[in-house]
């Protein structure tokens, strides 16, 4: 079982940054592959970027390449998410996934999510 919990929301004025973590316990979190997804009011819940175990491969949904990054520390047991250039459009209260292998094709585990306003 894996417990994972969001941090580092909150609003933002466009052109900003914040870096969201997300913290995890109760397994050996450098097996599992990561993800973070995002939902904005009554829209149904997206892929925003995921990761594998070791770092080494990543990906993104076309809408954040080149301004979000993520990122894990296997020895703080957390993956982050750093947003750089946000757009009003990247509102949504965000989530992390994790999921049992090395790399992603569905999710086991969510957290409760973090929210993230970005003002114009």
């Known amino acids: 079982q894996v417990q994972l919990l969001e941090s580092g929301g909150g609003l933002v004025q466009a052109g900003g940054s914040l870096r969201l973590s997300c913290a995890a316990s109760g397994s050996t979190f450098s097996a599992f592959g990561m993800g973070w997804f995002r939902q904005a009011p009554g829209k149904e819940r997206e892929f925003v970027a995921a990761?594998?175990?070791?770092?080494?491969?990543?990906s993104y949904i076309d809408s954040v390449k080149g301004r979000f990054t993520i990122s894990r520390d296997n020895a703080k047991n957390t993956v982050y998410l750093q947003m750089n250039s946000l757009k009003p459009e990247d509102t949504a209260v965000y989530y992390c996934?994790?999921?049992?292998?090395?790399?992603?094709?569905?999710?086991?585990?969510w957290g409760q999510g973090t929210q993230v306003t970005v003002s114009s």
């Open positions: 990761i594998n175990w070791s770092g080494s491969y990543r």
């Open positions: 996934a994790a999921c049992n292998s090395r790399w992603c094709n569905g999710y086991d585990y």
